[in-house]
């Protein structure tokens, strides 16, 4: 009796549970808070995005060695950047033994997000701003190089010119024709000032129409080494909800106070303090033990000072030094969204390419199969369950149609499951659906043929149900344990797909064995136990 009671706890718990993970699938509108988990589905079922990508050795000498190992190196830390970038069961794989990596990104409609992660060289630096003085000295020096050199510079000739008739109107208002020559002579040195000045007037910003301008002088060496020695410009970075925003123009020094090879490792996190600069995600650097050094020691004789985080050449922040900080830890913090975050924490973690890879191939996926073909595979899977079942109860009566609602518990016990832990299902997902509804069906017939011997030999219906689940008891565990290890080896040694099939596998033949085992057990001990029956429908 306690047996029994402890077994019904555990079935009307599993259905529970069950029940709340699936009926966010088939029940619309329900509370958030009941739909924050949700079933994924797979690139073949739903799209999304394939990226080809080939490790480029055209500007390197390298050996065969050293370049199959550079692929190698290459195809693992752009996995382990997809692997942290969210993306439900990504497809990685290496074209043959060529250098070309093949990515599929089910259900990601920017792109854009992924190849900029994977081709990041990760160069991370810390560098100080110059201060108000070098900074005018800067772009006095910019905007007299590109006077002295206009003609090398054809595409920023609008910038003097506006400046020269604005000029020309107010002087001809004074009429000192004189005096118009020199002065216009003289703003054409602001060139480089009117380039980066917004429309809003605020200095040291670029318009988006002139970042373009802007990024080809900062390639431009003659440009770069306009600037008084020890100096260098950058763009700050891309707004992520305005990326047509005015982006932030920083003149630094071009030591580097700290570089990313003393970043012991780089953390999201999320801010929970009252103040707003307190709040929101943010990322935590930790420095290791030379890395701590430098930073206190950089921090303790730069207060008050700008400290600059790059990322290859961008700037993400340049927050005051308030302190000393000796710990060895600091923080990234500002307007980031959670995806920035988590973005350029992958980066600062993945470390850099051995070799530049290139982008050869690219483009959105639609269903491989269509929304026609899900459809028509639905309604053949539909039907063929309703043969199955109207076969089950016409060839065992009403035991029959027990094994019908064990089979169905068990189907709806694996999207549960797969709900529950955010599993992706795709099309390799969905056959090992069909394959455990096979084994829970083959199970109940091995059960219902044990039954019907020890009714033949003229035992009394219980006797014949308890023996019969034991003696198919052995066979059903033994079939269902050699299947799980095989699924689990196929999980542990497989990739995308294969992962795929063996966790709906998996899971199917634990739910296989909980709906055949106990809980068909429960229903005939219902029936056998409660009603005096000399008879039994099988």
């Keep these: 009796m306690k047996n029994s009671k402890i077994r019904g706890l555990i079935i009307v718990a599993v259905l529970l549970v ?6 966010p699938l088939v029940v619309p509108n329900l509370p958030s808070f009941w739909t924050e988990k949700e079933l994924r589905l797979g690139l073949d079922l739903q799209g999304g995005s394939q990226i080809q990508l080939e490790v480029d050795f055209s500007e390197l000498t390298l050996s065969q060695d050293d370049k199959e190992d550079a692929v190698k190196t290459a195809y693992q830390i752009i996995r382990n950047r997809i692997d942290q970038f969210g993306v439900a069961e990504p497809i990685i794989q290496r074209v043959g033994t ?3 990596i093949i990515l599929q990104l089910p259900g990601l409609d920017d792109p854009s997000r992924a190849k900029n992660l994977i081709g990041k060289t990760a160069l991370l630096e ?32 609008p910038f003097a010119d506006i400046t020269t008739e604005e000029v020309t109107d107010v002087l001809e208002s004074e009429e000192e024709e004189e005096v118009e020559g020199e002065e216009a002579e003289e703003d054409n040195l602001y060139i480089f000032t009117n380039l980066t000045t917004s429309s809003n007037d605020e200095p040291y910003t670029v318009d988006y129409e002139n970042l373009a301008l802007l990024k080809k002088l900062l390639k431009n060496e003659d440009f770069k080494n306009a600037l008084p020695a020890g100096l260098q410009l950058a763009v700050g970075r891309e707004d992520a909800n305005d990326p047509y925003k005015a982006r932030q123009i920083y003149v630094l020094k071009e030591k580097s106070e700290i570089t990313g090879k003393y970043l012991e490792k780089a953390q999201t996190k999320i801010g929970q303090g009252y103040a707003p600069k307190d709040q929101g995600p943010y990322i935590l650097l930790t420095f290791n033990k030379a890395g701590a050094r430098i930073f206190k020691n950089v921090t303790g004789q730069h207060i008050n000072e700008r400290l600059a985080i790059l990322l290859d050449d961008i700037v993400y922040i340049a927050p005051t030094i308030q302190s000393r900080i000796p710990s060895g830890e600091a923080r990234i913090t500002g307007q980031f969204t959670i995806e920035e975050v988590q973005d350029l924490v992958i980066v600062l973690n993945a470390g850099s390419l051995p070799a530049p890879v290139k982008i050869i191939e690219e483009r959105t996926v639609g269903p491989t199969l269509g929304s026609d073909s899900i459809r028509a595979g639905m309604m053949a899977a539909i039907i063929g369950l309703a043969i199955v079942f109207i076969f089950m109860i016409f060839y065992y009566g009403l035991s029959g149609l027990i094994a019908d609602i064990a089979v169905a518990v068990n189907v709806i016990f694996i999207l549960a499951v797969l709900t ?9 997902g969905i056959a090992g659906v069909i394959l455990t509804i096979g084994m829970a069906v083959d ?8 039954i019907r011997e020890n009714l033949h030999m003229g035992k009394t219906v219980r006797t014949a149900v308890d023996g019969g689940f034991s003696r198919a008891l052995v066979t059903i565990l033994d079939a269902n344990i050699t299947t799980l290890i095989t699924a689990l080896v196929l999980y542990q040694f497989g990739t ?28 005939f001990d219902g029936f056998v136990t409660n009603v005096a029956r000399d008879k039994l429908s099988i």
């Design 126 to 157: 810390f560098k100080l701003l110059a201060d108000g003085e070098q900074y005018e000295e800067a772009t006095k020096a910019l905007d007299r190089f590109l006077q002295d050199n206009l003609d090398q510079f054809e595409e920023l000739k």
């Design 420 to 428: 529950m832990f955010e599993a992706t299902l795709t099309m390799p």
């Design 496 to 523: 995308g797909p294969i992962r795929g099939f063996a966790v709906t596998l998996s899971i199917g033949i634990v739910g296989s064995m909980f709906a055949s085992i106990v809980l068909a057990k429960a229903i």
């Design 18 to 23: 069950t029940a709340y993970f699936f009926a």
């Design 443 to 450: 199970a109940n017939v091995i059960i219902f043929e044990r």
């Design 98 to 100: 060529t250098n070309r």
